[in-house]
C-alpha cells in the first residue's frame, strides 16, 4: 500500500473562517483514506501551506512506517520551526496514517498501540457562570472548567503581559468560584484556567486563596516557557498545577517532567505530534507519577484522536471537551461518527482506525477558502 495525495479541508469553526478547524485526508492505491486534524488557531491557511510542503514526504510512501515518516517530516522542516504551525500539520498527517493503519487491520487504533487501559473516558466541559456549571452537572457531566471574571486592560494598556492581582480581582474571583462550587456540590470536580495571566506571586497569591474551591487542577497560572516560575508555584501552592497547551513534542514537555514543574501536563494531539508523540509524552509524565488531561478544545476529529490515546495511556485523568452545545452547531455532523456521551463519560470508539470519516456534503457547506 502506498499513500497517493494527501487533501486539507479548511471548515470553519464557531470562531470564524479567520480560525477555521484544519482537517487532513491521506488517499492511498488501495482505497483507504486516512483522516487527521491540524487545527492550531488561528493559522488555518499557513497550517494547509505546511501540509502541502510536507506532502512530498509522504505520497509514494508505505503508510504503514509511521515513526519513519514522522521523523522524515520532523527533520525535512527543522530550520523552519519544529512548533507551533509545523508540528500541527504533522499532527493531522500523522493521525491519519493511524486511521489508515487501523482500516487496514481492523482494529481501532489504541489496540495498535497496546489496548485500551479503560472502555470510557471521563471528561470537562466548560462554564463561566454558577447557572452554567449547574446546567452541565445536571447532564452528567462530572467535571467542570470554570472561568472567574477577568479585569480589563487599565486605560492606554494594548498588551497583556503578566500582572499582579488586585485585591478586588481577588476576592471577585473567590466569590465566583464560590457560587459555582456551591451550584454543583461537592461530588463534581471542579478546575479553573488563569491562562497565564499573571505574575508568580500574584499566581501564587490567587492559587492560596482559591485552595478551599478544591481545584482538580489550576491551569496555567503563569506561562511554561519559565520552569523555574512554575515550579516556584507548584512549591507554594496545595492545589495540582498544570500546563501543556504551549507545549510540542516530547522535547518541549522533557525538562518540565524531569523538574517536577507542575503536578499534570495538558499535551494537545494535534498540537504536539500526534498520537504516538503524546503517548511518548505520557509515559515520561508516567514515570514521575504524573496524570494527564489533554488540551483539547478543537475539533470532533481532534476529539476522537484523542480518545484514542485516552483509551489507552495508563495514567489519563480527564479530557477535555466541548461538544456542539457549546460549539457551533454543525460540529457533529461533519462526521459520520461523531463522539458519543453516556453517564457523564466519552465512549471509547471501537471501529476500525479513527472510528469515523468526514461527510463531504457537510465538508463543503462550510469550507472556508485559504
Known amino acids: 500500500m502506498k499513500v497517493t495525495r494527501i487533501e486539507t479541508h479548511l471548515v470553519r469553526s464557531a470562531r470564524g473562517e479567520r480560525s477555521p478547524w484544519v482537517f487532513v485526508q491521506v488517499f492511498t492505491d488501495e482505497g483507504l483514506i486516512g483522516l487527521g486534524d491540524a487545527t492550531n488557531w488561528p493559522g488555518g491557511a499557513i497550517i494547509k501551506k505546511a501540509i502541502e510542503d510536507l506532502s512530498q514526504f509522504v505520497v509514494g510512501e508505505d503508510p504503514f512506517h509511521i515513526e519513519y515518516l514522522y521523523y522524515r517530516m520532523y527533520r525535512a522542516l527543522d530550520q523552519v520551526g519544529q512548533t507551533g504551525v509545523v508540528i500541527a500539520a504533522i499532527s493531522g498527517i500523522e493521525i491519519a496514517l493511524w486511521d489508515i493503519v487501523g482500516q487496514a487491520l481492523g482494529r481501532p487504533i489504541y489496540d495498535l ?204 485523568l480527564l479530557l477535555e471537551f466541548v461538544d456542539a452545545e457549546q460549539d457551533a452547531d454543525w460540529r457533529d455532523d461533519l462526521l459520520t461518527d461523531p463522539p458519543e456521551v453516556e453517564d457523564g463519560y466519552l465512549k471509547v470508539p471501537t471501529k476500525p482506525g479513527l472510528g469515523t470519516g468526514l461527510v463531504m456534503k457537510e465538508v463543503e457547506k462550510y469550507r472556508v477558502d485559504g
Open 113 to 316: 498501540i497496546g489496548g485500551p487501559c479503560r472502555d470510557r473516558v471521563r471528561f470537562y466541559s466548560h462554564a463561566a457562570t454558577p447557572e452554567q456549571c449547574a446546567l452541565l452537572a445536571e447532564k452528567g457531566c462530572t467535571a467542570i472548567k470554570a472561568y472567574f471574571p477577568v479585569a480589563p486592560l487599565p486605560p492606554g494598556e494594548r498588551i497583556e503581559l503578566p500582572r499582579s492581582i488586585s485585591l478586588a480581582e481577588e476576592r471577585a474571583a473567590l466569590a465566583h468560584m464560590r457560587r459555582c462550587r456551591e451550584a454543583v456540590g461537592d461530588q463534581i470536580d471542579i478546575a479553573t484556567d488563569v491562562g497565564i495571566r499573571y505574575t508568580v506571586s500574584a499566581a501564587i497569591r490567587l492559587g492560596n486563596r482559591l485552595e478551599e474551591i478544591g481545584l482538580i487542577f489550576y491551569e496555567e497560572p503563569v506561562g511554561p516557557e519559565n520552569i523555574d516560575s512554575l515550579a516556584q508555584v507548584k512549591a507554594a501552592l496545595n492545589v495540582p498545577v498544570c500546563v501543556g497547551e504551549r507545549r510540542y513534542t516530547r522535547f518541549g514537555f522533557r525538562d518540565l517532567i524531569a523538574a517536577q514543574a507542575v503536578d499534570m501536563i495538558m499535551p494537545d494531539v494535534v498540537r504536539c505530534g500526534g498520537i504516538l508523540e503524546t503517548k511518548k509524552i505520557a509515559a515520561m509524565a508516567e514515570s514521575y507519577y504524573m496524570q494527564v488531561s489533554p488540551h483539547n478544545p478543537n475539533s470532533a476529529v481532534a476529539t476522537m484522536a484523542s480518545l484514542q490515546l485516552m483509551a489507552n495511556i495508563p495514567n489519563a
